[in-house]
């Protein structure tokens, strides 16, 4: 018997990164404003941290956008920093924890940058302690640096983040879908994501509708979503 279910299409998602595209709320606007104030950031750097899925990627692309700096993953930095510019190194935690030269390359980009007068903007989770650091004159250098903190989300804040994940996917959902989404799902950007990739596979792979109905059977399935 042939089974009824479709194999989904593992499609990416196009992420819309424009500053029209980030949601201002009370969770996350006064981290936007300190990335927006960087011209007095102390010693010309900063730390944007916040848990996965929490916009520090769509912040720092806005940022770059706005001042014309280099992007940059921190596991692909080369030998030699370069000198001044504006730059954005971005998921330093993953790339750095309990990597002795992984922290030497960080720790020469950030003297190298910032003393040929650059910029340096650097996101990862919060605490700075959670990066595992354990060259002690990096962390002295970025425990320096003041941070722009994305506090976990409100209700509008989780209901903008639920929309823009759908839109992501080119999906429009029904119209009653997100406040019930919003009221169930654990206050997380984990959790929204979590809801609209599993929704989102669900429908491809049994062709049905996506809506209240189909969102409440997956939400029964998981007794910890509430």
């Not at 089974?3 to 980030?22: M, S, V």
């Not at 971005?90 to 990597?99: G, P, S, T, Y």
Request: one cysteine or more; proline letters at 8%.
């Amino acid at each position: 018997m042939t089974d009824p279910r479709q194999l989904p299409l593992a499609l990416p998602a196009r992420r819309a990164q424009g500053r029209a595209d980030f949601f201002i709320s009370p969770s996350n606007a006064l981290a936007m404003a300190q990335i927006d104030g960087w011209t007095q950031w102390p010693e010309r750097k900063c730390l944007l941290l916040g848990p996965k899925g929490s916009g520090k990627s769509h912040i720092a692309q806005v940022w770059a956008t706005d001042t014309g700096a280099q992007v940059h993953s921190a596991n692909r930095l080369d030998a030699m920093p370069p000198e001044g510019g504006h730059h954005v190194i971005e998921d330093c935690a993953d790339a750095i924890a309990q990597d002795p030269t992984a922290q030497e390359r960080l720790f020469h980009w950030h003297n190298g940058i910032l003393s040929s007068g650059g910029t340096l903007l650097l996101t990862g989770p919060a605490p700075l302690r959670s990066w595992d650091i354990t060259l002690p004159d990096l962390f002295s250098r970025l425990d320096a640096a003041p941070r722009a903190v994305l506090e976990p989300p409100d209700d509008a804040l989780l209901m903008a983040l639920l929309v823009k994940l759908f839109e992501d996917r080119h999906i429009v959902p029904p119209a009653d879908l997100i406040p019930y989404l919003a009221s169930r799902i654990e206050r997380s950007f984990s959790a929204a994501a979590q809801i609209v990739d599993d929704l989102d596979r669900e429908a491809l792979a049994t062709g049905r509708k996506l809506g209240l109905r189909l969102a409440k059977e997956r939400l029964d399935k998981a007794p910890d979503s509430a």
